[in-house]
T-cell receptor, first 113, second 114 residues
Framework: NAGVTQTPKFQVLKTGQSMTLQCAQD?????MYWYRQDPGMGLRLIYY???????DKGEVPNGYNVSRLNKREFSLRLESAAPSQTSVYFC????????????FGDGTRLSIL | GENVEQHPSTLSVQEGDSAVIKCTYS??????FPWYKQELGKGPQLIID?????GEKKDQRIAVTLNKTAKHFSLHITETQPEDSAVYFC?????????????FGKGTKLSVKP
């Protein structure tokens, strides 16, 4: 059982380049999330999708866009990468948005030079 | 908005001792409190969670206690082992009613010395 799969695992970009981070889950979950993790900052929510067809901003959405492609897949796009977006990005999913355990992927480590 | 504070930021214990990590939250509507363990190079993994209708929950060597009046909850690990070494995160749901997104503490790095 794969759970939540993120690709790529590592990426280096130059300032101004664009990139899409991919996430897929095989648990038939309704809700999906994108977080960033920075040293000493914990996990901060970027965007979430409570159900297929809906997306909403989280705590730190600036500079990002998302697409809920179908029930399984939720992608995160950086249109014009900036050094401040250097971080580890985690995708997560849960059966429903409220009061349900979230299951995380192993992350994408992104460096922007 | 909701704020979750976690203490301590680092914790070092001898193998076999107990470890306690504490979190406080600000939103009195919060009603779901999960704990995650993150090993190096991996994503966070849920280890235990508690809902506001109970005060304590145990799973083998791990227990969580919740004090709704004081708005704090704690993770207790007994008989610690070297494989318990990791970063632990607490979380609380934002606005226990309509939204439910999680707000995470900043993490506690636990080191268990053999």
């Amino acid at each position: 059982n794969a759970g939540v799969t993120q690709t790529p695992k590592f990426q280096v970009l130059k300032t101004g380049q664009s990139m899409t981070l991919q996430c897929a889950q095989d648990m038939n979950h309704n809700s999906m999330y994108w977080y960033r993790q920075d040293p000493g900052m914990g996990l901060r929510l970027i965007y979430y999708s409570a159900s297929e067809g809906t997306t909403d901003k989280g705590e730190v959405p600036n500079g990002y866009n998302v697409s809920r492609l179908n029930k399984r897949e939720f992608s995160l796009r950086l249109e014009s990468a900036a050094p401040s977006q250097t971080s580890v990005y985690f995708c997560a999913s849960s059966e429903a948005q409220r009061n349900q355990p979230q299951h995380f992927g192993d992350g994408t480590r992104l460096s922007i030079l | 908005g909701e704020n979750v504070e976690q203490h301590p930021s680092t914790l070092s214990v001898q193998e076999g001792d107990s470890a306690v990590i504490k979190c406080t939250y600000s939103d009195s509507a919060s009603n779901y409190f999960p704990w995650y363990k993150q090993e190096l190079g991996k994503g966070p993994q849920l280890i235990i969670d508690i809902r506001s209708n109970v005060g304590e929950k145990k799973d083998q060597r791990i227990a969580v206690t919740l004090n709704k009046t004081a708005k704090h909850f704690s993770l207790h690990i007994t008989e610690t082992q070297p494989e318990d070494s990791a970063v632990y995160f607490c979380a609380a749901n934002l606005d226990g009613g309509s939204q439910g997104n999680l707000i995470f503490g900043k993490g506690t790095k636990l080191s268990v010395k053999p």
